[in-house]
Nanobody
Framework: QVQLVESGGGLVQAGGSLRLSCAAS????????MSWFRQAPGKEREFVAA???????AYADSVKGRFTISRDNAKNTGYLQMNSLKPEDTAVYYC?????????????????WGQGTQVTVSS
């Protein structure tokens, strides 16, 4: 069993930056894919970014060029660096993990989810 805990959310002005962390416990996830999703009030949960076990990354068009996903397998932790934040980035951000890169990019797919961290971007 894998437990995921997000941290690093908060309130930031438009144009600012935040770095989210996703710490895994229970087992090593060095051979798992990891991803980030977000859910704004009244909207469905949407894919943000994913990273394979060996560092290959994919992004939603809405965050490409502004967000960077990374991981430190030695620390069993994933990260999401968010720059040039916009008010429309306001949401609860969730990390996820799964052995499959395909599953981890599908909101119905991941075996493991964190509890979420709130990101609020003021205009």
């Amino acid at each position: 069993q894998v437990q995921l805990v997000e941290s690093g959310g908060g309130l930031v002005q438009a144009g600012g930056s935040l770095r989210l962390s996703c710490a895994a416990s229970g087992r090593t996830i060095s051979n798992y894919a990891m991803s980030w999703f977000r859910q704004a009030p009244g909207k469905e949960r949407e894919f943000v970014a994913a990273i394979s076990w060996n560092g290959g990354a994919a992004y939603a068009d809405s965050v490409k060029g502004r967000f960077t996903i990374s991981r430190d397998n030695a620390k069993n932790t994933g990260y999401l660096q968010m720059n040039s934040l916009k008010p429309e980035d306001t949401a609860v951000y969730y990390c996820a993990a799964d052995p499959s890169i395909v599953q981890v990019m599908d909101v119905r797919g991941p075996n493991y989810w964190g509890q979420g961290t709130q990101v609020t971007v003021s205009s």
